[in-house]
């Protein structure tokens, strides 16, 4: 079946650890992007990628980096910079345009 | 960051009520989506809108954009249980930004047995 991939589910960070974050897609779309959510708010935006080897800023990226070497992986890098990761992450992708985006089922992340 | 405004931001219910959330925006958007998330789980795409005084239906699940393309809404008639989770609104090229997905702030639907 087509879809999204995120791993691990559940993650602990240690304080001053770096920890990535991998999301692998086969639905074949260009576009991927990464969101945080805190409870009970909405999605904000952190990093996303129009295609290999290029991406952008989002709206909340300090603390933050990703990599895109390949079509169907976009990892996220949660660094010891982001003094308060503690949230849920979740990793989207679309094709070209104005399309849906479809959803991992996210990976929760705790200071230990 | 950006954002779309959403209300309610939480409504409970009783089964069997209707329900709905409203999508704002103080600029013109080009499209709508709307997002279910159910509690613990990932954000579902549900319906695009693009055409001024669009409706569309899913059973029942009513959504309209509106006239001057700057709020949408979701109606929900006779709520069930399956309804419950958080309901987002979300616009591509909100304020320019032609690249991303602009999410609204999301209304939390309780329904209650």
């Known amino acids: 079946d087509g879809g999204i991939t995120q791993s691990p589910k559940y993650l602990f960070r240690k304080e001053g650890q770096n920890v990535t974050l991998s999301c692998e897609q086969n639905l074949n779309h260009d576009a991927m992007y990464w969101y945080r959510q805190d409870p009970g708010q909405g999605l904000r935006l952190i990093y996303y990628?129009?295609?290999?080897?290029?991406?952008q800023k989002g709206d909340i990226a300090e603390g933050y980096s990703v990599s895109r070497e390949k079509k169907e992986s976009f990892p996220l890098t949660v660094t010891s910079a982001q003094k308060n990761p503690t949230a849920f992450y979740l990793c989207?992708?679309?094709?070209?345009?104005?399309?849906?985006?479809?959803f991992g089922d996210g990976t929760r992340l705790s200071i230990l | 960051g950006q954002q779309v405004m959403q209300i309610p931001q939480y409504q409970h219910v009783q089964e069997g009520e209707d329900f709905t959330t409203y999508c704002n925006s103080s600029t013109t958007l080009s499209n709508i989506q709307w997002y279910k998330q159910r509690p613990g789980g990932h954000p579902v795409f549900l319906i695009q809108l693009v055409k001024s005084g669009e409706v569309k239906k899913q059973k029942r699940l009513t959504f309209q954009f509106g006239e001057a393309k700057k709020n949408s809404s979701l109606h929900i008639t006779a709520t069930q249980t399956t309804d419950v989770g958080t309901y987002f609104c979300a616009a591509w090229g909100y304020g320019g930004a032609t690249n991303k997905l602009i999410f609204g702030t999301g209304t939390l639907l309780a329904v209650q047995p």
């Open positions: 989207a992708s679309s094709g070209q345009g104005v399309q849906p985006q479809h």
């Open positions: 990628s129009q295609i290999v080897n290029d991406f």
